[in-house]
């Protein structure tokens, strides 16, 4: 199945990259990058928002007839105040970020995981419908973490990202209206993917950065502080840094403590002291001289 992706006016992430990291995953859908759209005219509707079939139109500007779906991709507010929405008689979806990336910061999530997950549910949803079902058996209000949640409170979108799951009812109605097993198969792929937390996270990064790293050490140290004052509320924190002081300054001293021990030692092996520096070294002087051999001595 090709799908072209089209730049409608600025998008705030690399929708290329996006592109080439849903191919690299799976063989189901074929995503192609196509010519941005950069003039998008004003807001049809209203001072500041535009209708799906305004940003479709504009998108379809790119189309090439081997494509099965056009999708236009805005950061524009959309009509009805929607994340997105499938035109079945258009072939085309519209999906906007205006509010998904502030969403996006609180869940802690790239901007195109999102516009992944809007991408896999409107394609299931638009072939569902051609299958002959009504897609409002699909989208449900209630939200479950399910790419299928309607989100018609906006915060839904968090879960709905960082869970990006088909839940088990309403994949049994993709089964059930005979969607290819192979598009189900590639759907589950690209949604791993997107479940997928990248191994260095931004505190990761931090701390390879000076800057950075000493105010995440600052961090560090001032949820330490915190932590002790819930546990002692009675101390106050310049008691508790005193604290924490003086813990970091016994460490330190110990550790002064241990190495100048290891030094004199391995200074004692490498030069062997004379015998005056050392009066138990054993020579016939020492011995005779000390109160022990005296004692024997007697
Ligand atoms: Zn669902």
């Not at 960082?162 to 209206?177: N, T, Y």
């Amino acid at each position: 199945m090709k799908l072209a992706l089209v730049e409608v006016g600025r998008v705030p992430f690399d929708v290329g990259a996006l592109v080439r990291r849903v191919n690299r995953s799976q063989a189901c859908f074929e995503l192609r990058l196509a010519d941005p759209v950069t003039n998008i005219g004003d807001p049809d509707i209203g001072p500041y928002t535009y209708s799906f079939r305004k940003l479709a139109r504009l998108a379809a500007q790119r189309r090439d007839p081997a494509d099965d779906y056009i999708i236009a991709i805005a950061s524009v507010p959309l009509q009805d105040n929607y994340f997105s929405e499938g035109l079945p008689d258009q072939n085309a979806i519209v999906i906007t970020t205006h509010d998904a990336d502030l969403l996006m910061d609180i869940a802690q999530r790239s901007i195109d995981k999102y516009v992944a997950v809007e991408i896999v549910a409107n394609i299931l949803a638009l072939e569902f419908q051609r299958g002959g079902f009504d897609e409002k058996r699909l989208w449900h209000f209630a939200p479950v973490g399910c790419i299928f949640d309607f989100t018609a409170n906006k915060r839904d979108m968090i879960d709905k990202v960082r869970e990006a799951r088909i839940h088990p009812i309403c994949m049994g109605r993709l089964l059930e209206a005979n969607l290819p097993e192979s598009m189900l198969n590639a759907s589950q792929v690209i949604l791993r993917e997107i479940r997928k937390i990248p191994l260095k996270s931004s505190a990761y990064d931090a701390l390879g950065n000076p800057i950075l790293g000493f105010l995440l050490g600052g961090v560090v140290a001032s949820s330490v502080v915190d932590s002790l004052k819930e546990t002692f509320p009675q101390v106050g924190v310049y008691a508790t840094l005193i604290l924490l002081l003086g813990v970091v300054a016994f460490v330190f001293l110990m550790h002064v403590r241990y190495n100048y021990r290891r030094w004199r030692r391995d200074r004692a092996v490498a030069f062997p002291a004379s015998k005056k520096e050392l009066p138990w070294y054993p020579s016939k002087e020492n011995v005779e001289s000390s109160d022990l051999y005296k004692h024997i001595a007697r």
